[in-house]
């Protein structure tokens, strides 16, 4: 197995010592508890009229966080197992880069939005925590269009400039242009389906059939990829009430994605069902357009779009999603030379621009800017991140290794001594078969 | 290998879409926000003198009704994902006729219980969702007895009627009746039992052993099949105290579960070692039997059972389940001609009688009244479902295909090209095997 | 295959059914509800000026413990799934023991710490059950050093002891010093670390090198692993928070162990890099390093040590436990003869003084008791407990069945039948592979 130049051992240590130092100094000089977690919370209770602690945001929000940070290392990270060989690059790079990228979304975020005027101290308390797990989500979802493609030093830079981008981006649209998008259909799915298939078209491989044997799934890594699904699935509507106003707000918000997304499981499995000769279902459909529907309702998920109107949203987009996985990804990798590994335009990038339709027209046309911006900051910062990540220095691997966890992990050896396992006369037949392959 | 009659193409998306439609416009007609949950519910905190968004019942029930969407979703999905080869339609098949029955539940049992006598509308909550949950948990576990043996056709057919007759009963035990059934020993789990094990018993099929070399287990599936068992077992608390009243009923309720399933753990493990020559554990009974003490308690999980009394029924489910798995199956499927994929017998409806009972001996002999009404919507609508169900127009497996995703899913092959699979040599041979059994 | 005395069909049930009926006579005797779970609490609230139902414990504490209880059953569990046979073992064992340890901690913390001084009997209510999950949590640890070498019936002696004297040790630490440990760096992780690696130490067995084939992970079981250890991870912060005080602390210890967890996984990635000569990932280290700043946080989570703190320690943890794997590990096991099949010396042992350490700079000097008495505790139980378990009753493995399921549970066979599985050809191959090793 030939490797060129995915000797990581200086850069990634190098990386992620500097980074997490750099975040000590800057929470040192930067971040402190916010008045409802500092140990003063009692004195400031009696200043602010609040009898209980219930009144606490801490007990309105934690629930909602808990189950928000489920779906960002479990279920993002678990959805992207599905293929043969990568599953420990799945889950292992989706945990250091959501890891990395929280405490600089804490930063960029409190930059441009909790920061203390009186001090010039960014507090923190558990709604931040949340829009620091959201803002991250906008990069675990890029990191779907080049999985298997990128070495974990090109995903730790994405993740650098991705929260980034997002927090100006953000700022810009919901301070600035007082756009509403509680579950960020815009501000987290499209930007971050643009983001991510923007650099996966600059960073185009004409040559990655070369592993097309590895990019695939076998029975078990597709069980696997179910229970990133699944998580994804029950907590959205934690997802997208997590930020909602306290009270009917969070809970209408929860009623409408709880239908949405029950609606896009029927209609997914109809198209998918309709697009094979036999009717047979397809693993990937399942996985993915299933979840369209809490995507699509992210900007009006705690407007009052009425139950029906919640079914509506996810019965289209179950629909569109699928139909996107048939006709649309084979359509972008071949005459648009985008490559989408996790299929991140269909249940990320589309359903993200019709959630702001929805939004513009429920709430009023100036929710269309958000849109705009969304997308303008995907894809003009997707460019140029994408052009930094194609300088020959981040390690990434040969077209031939795409998809292989073997370049950046010890991967386990099946064991010759095991009885269980393959024994040595087929290990033989392997070699046999590898040097004739290898002439 | 043979498929007969197996192509759904047609079938599936018909009724996806035909019923997904119908929720919309049944929706659109019937359901609203309730108060808690409406833009209007400032003024209604007004006019019922509450005080504070934490009054909202959102946040006395939420984190509850999670735990309850994770038992549905992951917990029966992965429990039923332990044979071999049908994981797919496990969790699949789950989440499809979950995500259906959540909807038609929320209007079946608006209809019977939630409607708004002014303006004739449901009004839904949290509340509202989370009993749409328990309603379909009742399917789910009719599934149980007919994995591997059905299309999903047949499926959305059992939920569609079990859903309608779930809601009747229900409304006849807890409204009618004024019995008390919380957890829903009877309601949920000897119902969802009982119609089950009916419709099995109709669909008898006596040539099922041309599948038995599917019908089991392999290492892996058995690991994932603990998934469900464990978040099942975990927030079996959180389902039998959802719906309790506020404040110490939840509070008990709570208690007494985690008890009473700590309790079926020791024993479940004591008579499972019992019964093999040399003590060992049968994965099977540590998957189900576990769980028999959270059925039981369903009924009086929020009564003053005490401590040691939730120990009690723990500690005989545990026994009963299990020797149900190693006595009572085999008598049914010998006898009876059911045969019972999962022992839902042994996990749902034994332990949802026991339930009953233990309600009647603590609450008060009317309670005896629901366990006849649940078994008589069981036993007789099973009958009438599963005559339903025998119709030859469902795309149903024939017998030597049964417990096989190959008839429903695109399956990934294992692949040639992969060194780290089954090389082609192996794969000759394979096909030589195969003409031989052909011949 | 020899298996040597471990039949355990008489043993394993025997213990089982006699410590469940005695857990039911002293729960019968001792155990009541608290006011807060009990039928009388509206009456208690109107006494205690409570306004309203969401007063009521239960609220402020139920969505952290089903956290922990998560840890407990799936995480733990999952965590020691990663050895290629011995995943039955890890999860249904660690089901057992704290099935059994929750109703023993219940008695035993009860009797140290909320007996009813009138009535001589123990009311719990939902913070005992958490207290009770992290009494288990010390045992589930010292499981951890002896995995895969001791027998189910050796697991539940461990488990007795273990969570006696960590009462006695907690009653100590916290009511008599008056030492602050929320988390249980001290309590939970020094003292089941310490406990463990002293059993291993008593029970070192110099021939394990026979099971040496077994002693390693394959590529699904490492993928099962880390459901594990994302559960751990994710829910660290309720862990530290569930016992803090209401309000402003539970809040802190929140933030607290989010930063430094997410520090830990940085560090944890950088020296597993550095440690390989091409720089490749190292998934014991991933799967257990990243967890360390939790450990270590235990004590000072709910403190005001800043954020920039918190990740200090985040940053220290991840480095000197991953370093502890490369060099500790097998220094420990060379020198030391204590063999420590998952490393618990590197997650919890060490990472446990740490916390010690870090409590007794932050809060004063008198916290350095504490960790004085959980060494104590861990190492002369530890010892005392090992010599009990060394008695040849137990039906522990023989050097050559180590890490095996085989010995406890009956293990699926892979089936000739099935095409899809390995054929009669390569069985024929195995058998002769055998026979040859064997001469």
């Not at 000590?24 to 971040?31: H, K, N, P, W, Y």
């Not at 945990?95 to 409190?110: C, D, E, K, P, R």
């Not at 990019?215 to 069980?223: E, F, I, L, R």
């Not at 095991?418 to 040097?435: C, F, G, R, T, V």
Request: overall charge negative; some cysteine.
């Amino acid at each position: 197995i030939p490797v060129l130049n995915t000797n990581i051992r200086i850069k990634l240590p190098v990386v992620c010592f500097t980074w997490q130092i750099a975040m000590i100094i800057l929470f040192g000089v930067f971040v402190r508890y916010d008045s409802e977690s500092d140990a003063h919370w009692p004195e400031t209770m009696i200043q602010n009229n609040i009898t209980s602690n219930t009144e606490n945001d801490f007990y309105y929000r934690y629930p909602s966080f808990q189950d928000v940070h489920v779906m960002i290392f479990v279920g993002f990270g678990f959805l992207m197992t599905f293929l043969k060989r990568y599953s420990f690059s799945a889950v292992g790079f989706n945990f250091l880069i959501a890891s990395f990228g929280i405490q600089w979304a804490l930063l960029m975020q409190g930059w441009f939005g909790s920061l203390d005027p009186s001090t010039g101290k960014i507090l923190i308390g558990v709604e931040n925590l949340i829009n620091a797990d959201f803002c991250v989500a906008g990069c675990l979802i890029a990191f779907g269009a080049v999985l298997g493609k990128v070495s974990p030093v090109q995903l730790l830079v994405m993740t650098l400039f991705g929260v980034t981008l997002f927090a100006v981006e953000e700022y810009i649209i919901l301070e600035l242009l007082h756009v509403k998008d509680a579950g960020g259909s815009m501000v987290i799915h499209a930007f971050g389906g643009y983001y991510g298939l923007t650099i996966s078209r600059v960073l185009y491989r004409p040559r990655i059939h070369q592993s097309k044997h590895l990019q695939g799934s076998v029975y078990q890594s597709d069980v696997f990829a179910m229970i990133g699904t699944l998580f994804l699935w029950m907590f959205w509507p934690s997802f997208n009430s997590a930020i909602a106003y306290h009270g009917d707000g969070q809970h209408r918000a929860v009623i409408n994605t709880y239908l949405c997304l029950a609606a896009s499981v029927l209609t997914t499995v109809a198209i998918s069902s309709l697009s094979q000769k036999t009717g047979k279902l397809d693993m990937v459909h399942i996985q993915n357009s299933t979840l369209a529907g809490g995507v699509a309702l992210g900007t009006a998920a705690e407007f009052m779009v009425s139950p029906y109107g919640a079914l509506i949203v996810g019965f289209l987009c179950g629909i569109l999603s699928t139909m996107g996985y048939i006709f649309i990804s084979p359509f972008l990798e071949k005459n648009l030379k985008i490559h989408d590994t996790c299929g991140i335009h269909n249940l990320h990038a589309m359903p993200g621009l019709i959630g702001g339709i929805v939004g513009a027209i429920t709430a009023g046309g100036y929710q269309a800017a958000g849109i705009c911006v969304a997308l303008a900051f995907g894809i003009v910062g997707g460019a140029i991140v994408g052009g930094i990540l194609r300088l020959p220095i981040w390690g990434d691997p040969a077209d031939e290794n795409c998809y292989d966890d073997e370049v950046y992990w010890e991967v386990p050896e099946e064991d010759e001594e095991n009885p269980d396992s393959i024994p040595p006369i087929l290990e033989y037949n392997n070699h046999m078969i590898h040097k004739q392959q290898e002439m």
